[in-house]
């Protein structure tokens, strides 16, 4: 795929993937909508790229909150004319105990990473039919193939995702609307807090950096790749969980007691 002159909404555009994201898609010439929460940090990122030549609007919306969907897209639709591309990338984070999640955060997580993304992609379709051409990019997690303690909810969250994509490209089969899912591990943003990067430290996970997932996201949606996952050993272990989790069980005992010690109470967010 070119992205020269496509209208593309990425949503989390604010984010540590996102602004990378924003920038790389801008420098290749995209159109970009760029939706999130924080309206000043949204028109600072559509200044410094249409300072850079490019082309950029601002979508303020709050994805945590219910029936936001369509308005999103009608504004896109009124601000860019039209949707080529539809990168969800929004989402929040708890790295917590489920004993101590509170139903408010359970219910966040779910409503910004699952709800919210199904309800876009939904919006967004009619007019990807009536072109017979679009494409959607889900950013979703290793954790949506390899369930990890004290991301109980996240998990679930971008297991769904994974589900959801793999049965929309399929549902799609006969069209020319492309899905592509791309399933980065821990990446250094600010989902991430102090007790979470001393516990992957501790554990030995790996940490990668945004521009790094930024930079896959974009080859895979210009390429129209189906399905991403990004670094080892991680990738494989998402892999053999499929096949044989009892062998991942056992092999993430050691890291999960480790891991417990970190475990917080409080949510951290991106969208």
Sequence with gaps: MQLKNKHILLTGATGGIGKHLALML????????????????????A????SKGGNAVVVVADFSQPNIAQQVIAETNKKLGSIDVLINNAGILDFIRLEDQTPQQIE???????????????????QFKAANQGHYVMVGSILGSLGFPYYATYCASKFAVHGFSQALRRELIDTRIGVTYVAP??????????????????????????????????????AEKQEVFIGQ?????????????????????????????????KSKSIS
């Design 108 to 126: 966040q997580t779910i409503q910004t990473n699952v709800t919210a993304l199904i309800q876009l992609t939904q919006a967004a379709l009619p």
């Design 233 to 265: 050993p991680e990738s494989f272990f998402a892999w053999l969980n499929g096949v044989a989790p009892k062998l991942v069980n056992f092999g993430l005992k050691k890291q999960a007691n480790l891991a417990r010690e970190f475990a917080v109470r």
């Design 26 to 45: 801008a420098r290749k010439g995209a159109n970009l909508a760029l939706a999130g929460r924080d309206a000043n940090k949204l028109q600072a990122l």
């Design 47 to 50: 200044d410094e790229i249409i």
């Design 185 to 222: 591990r821990t990446v250094n943003t600010p989902m991430n807090d102090a007790n979470t990067l001393a516990m992957l430290a501790k554990t030995g996970g790996n940490l990668d950096e945004p521009d790094k997932v930024a930079a896959i996201v974009v080859s895979a949606l210009e």
